[in-house]
């Protein structure tokens, strides 16, 4: 079958990495999206160990769309019933975008009467919809007038993890998180340290990756395990093979916070994860803490301003800026920003700067090289925060 994957942006390749170091091949990479083939094992695979995936979709059709009467009659003549019994239930899932048909609720709904109509002809009885746990999940992309009908084989989004017990505020996607860990080029052997923690996402999904755990292992369910052709006896092999294949940490990874109650929370999802040991939670600020490791790396999520002004803003970067020269000597810092303004007052001349998205947030992932001996430390300019090119 053809699976489509969907990501983050700016994680095209690293996913496309990933699939092949699952075992698959030929990966047609696009925006948000990357393609392959696979057969049933392999899809139950992907969705097990792909932290780079927010879920993975099959396309069973394609065709013109340029009204509802084009839907409606395309939708009405897939053989539906070879997905589903009529005693199963549906959800329909519409995404629209610059098409004549421009309400994705409205394309949703007719979708949902053209299958519904089809079993009741054929059987004298209809599906029902359920739109939190559904037999049979399906999706509807409709673009330029084109639609592509798919079955969603992960269910839930496949960066709810099934760890987060708490979270803070404004928490950290899990997906984002180990795309940030995998675009810093982290060994899994140097330090790792997060100076305003939060709840733990950026070190737990290290730890998962360094530990070579399965991120669907914590999951409850996916989308495919109420499918008709479910193999549980082939997916429950993956299982027991992705358990067997977890290995012991050795590296150092630090979460500090100054909130008290982030690092409770951060604890207890490292708890929820199995990592509960791996990882070093300390109740202290940047400005106090100060790392007892070797050189390694630093990865953090500052806020972007929201709840704060923008002198306090532009001072707590600032102070970011003065611990990464202090304090750090011959680490690497990554800050992940959506404030181009706040991360000019680093101090620091970024070395690489990668454009990501958090939530609808346009960000930039700046990378600080913070040499020891008697390399300057250059000032940085506001032209310096712009889009990487390559």
Same mark, same amino acid.
């Given at each position: =079958?053809?699976?489509?994957?969907?990501?983050?942006?700016?994680?095209?390749? $690293? &996913?496309?990495?990933?699939?092949?170091? &699952?075992?698959?091949?030929?990966?047609?990479?696009?925006?948000?999206?990357?393609?392959?083939?696979?057969?049933?094992?392999? $899809? /139950?695979?992907?969705?097990?160990?792909?932290?780079?995936?927010?879920?993975?979709?099959?396309?069973?059709?394609?065709?013109?769309?340029?009204?509802?009467?084009?839907? !409606?009659?395309?939708?009405?003549?897939?053989?539906?019933?070879?997905? =589903?019994?009529?005693?199963?239930?549906?959800?329909?899932?519409?995404?629209?975008?610059?098409?004549?048909?421009?309400?994705? &609720? /409205?394309?949703? #709904? *007719?979708?949902?009467?053209?299958?519904?109509?089809?079993?009741?002809?054929?059987?004298?009885?209809?599906?029902?919809?359920?739109?939190?746990?559904?037999?049979?999940?399906?999706?509807?992309?409709?673009?330029?007038?084109?639609?592509?009908?798919?079955?969603?084989? %992960?269910?839930?989004? &496949?960066?709810?993890?099934? !760890?987060?017990?708490?979270?803070?505020?404004?928490?950290?996607?899990?997906?984002?998180?180990?795309?940030?860990?995998?675009?810093?080029?982290?060994?899994? @052997?140097?330090?790792?340290?997060?100076?305003?923690?939060?709840?733990?996402?950026? $070190?737990?999904?290290?730890? =998962?990756?360094?530990?070579?755990?399965?991120?669907?292992?914590?999951?409850?369910?996916?989308?495919?395990?109420?499918?008709?052709?479910?193999?549980?006896?082939?997916?429950?092999?993956?299982?027991?093979?992705?358990?067997?294949?977890?290995?012991? =940490?050795?590296?150092?990874?630090?979460?500090?916070?100054?909130?008290?109650?982030?690092?409770?929370?951060? @604890?207890?999802?490292?708890?929820?994860?199995?990592?509960?040991?791996?990882?070093?939670?300390?109740?202290? %600020? !940047?400005?106090?803490?100060?790392?007892?490791?070797?050189?390694?790396?630093?990865?953090?999520?500052?806020?972007?301003?929201?709840?704060?002004?923008?002198?306090?803003?532009?001072?707590? /970067?600032?102070?970011?800026?003065?611990?990464?020269?202090?304090? !750090?000597?011959?680490? %690497?810092?990554?800050?992940?920003? +959506?404030?181009?303004?706040?991360?000019?007052?680093?101090? #620091?001349?970024?070395?690489?700067?990668? @454009?990501?998205?958090?939530?609808?947030?346009?960000?930039?992932?700046?990378?600080?090289? #913070?040499? +020891?001996?008697?390399?300057?430390?250059?000032?940085?300019?506001? *032209?310096?925060?712009?889009?990487?090119?390559?």
């Amino acid at each position: =079958m053809r699976v489509v994957a969907k990501t983050l942006f700016g994680f095209e390749d $690293l &996913l496309e990495e990933e699939l092949k170091s &699952l075992g698959i091949e030929e990966v047609v990479k696009a925006t948000r999206a990357v393609s392959f083939e696979a057969g049933q094992r392999e $899809l /139950y695979k992907v969705n097990l160990w792909s932290r780079l995936a927010l879920r993975f979709m099959v396309p069973i059709k394609t065709f013109p769309c340029p009204n509802e009467q084009e839907l !409606y009659k395309n939708i009405h003549d897939i053989a539906w019933e070879e997905y =589903m019994s009529v005693d199963d239930t549906l959800a329909v899932d519409a995404v629209v975008n610059r098409s004549a048909m421009d309400h994705s &609720l /409205y394309v949703s #709904l *007719k979708t949902k009467d053209a299958i519904v109509d089809r079993f009741r002809e054929k059987f004298e009885k209809r599906p029902s919809v359920d739109l939190v746990r559904p037999s049979l999940r399906i999706n509807i992309h409709l673009s330029n007038d084109q639609a592509t009908v798919s079955l969603d084989s %992960s269910g839930d989004s &496949l960066h709810k993890r099934g !760890y987060r017990q708490q979270q803070g505020e404004a928490p950290l996607n899990e997906v984002l998180a180990a795309g940030m860990v995998q675009l810093t080029g982290w060994d899994k @052997q140097a330090p790792l340290v997060d100076l305003m923690c939060g709840s733990g996402t950026i $070190l737990i999904e290290a730890g =998962m990756l360094a530990g070579n755990r399965a991120p669907g292992l914590l999951r409850t369910e996916f989308a495919f395990e109420r499918w008709k052709d479910y193999d549980a006896v082939a997916w429950e092999e993956l299982r027991e093979e992705a358990k067997k294949a977890a290995k012991p =940490m050795k590296v150092r990874m630090v979460g500090s916070d100054k909130s008290h109650i982030a690092v409770k929370r951060a @604890q207890e999802n490292a708890m929820a994860a199995g990592l509960d040991k791996a990882i070093e939670w300390i109740s202290l %600020s !940047y400005e106090d803490y100060t790392a007892d490791t070797e050189p390694g790396i630093i990865i953090t999520n500052p806020p972007y301003g929201a709840r704060l002004t923008s002198d306090d803003l532009f001072g707590l /970067y600032k102070g970011l800026g003065d611990a990464f020269k202090k304090k !750090y000597s011959g680490f %690497s810092a990554w800050v992940l920003t +959506a404030n181009s303004e706040a991360a000019k007052h680093i101090g #620091l001349r970024p070395s690489r700067k990668i @454009q990501l998205f958090n939530g609808s947030l346009e960000c930039r992932f700046l990378k600080f090289d #913070l040499y +020891a001996g008697t390399k300057k430390i250059h000032k940085l300019a506001a *032209k310096d925060i712009s889009d990487e090119t390559n």
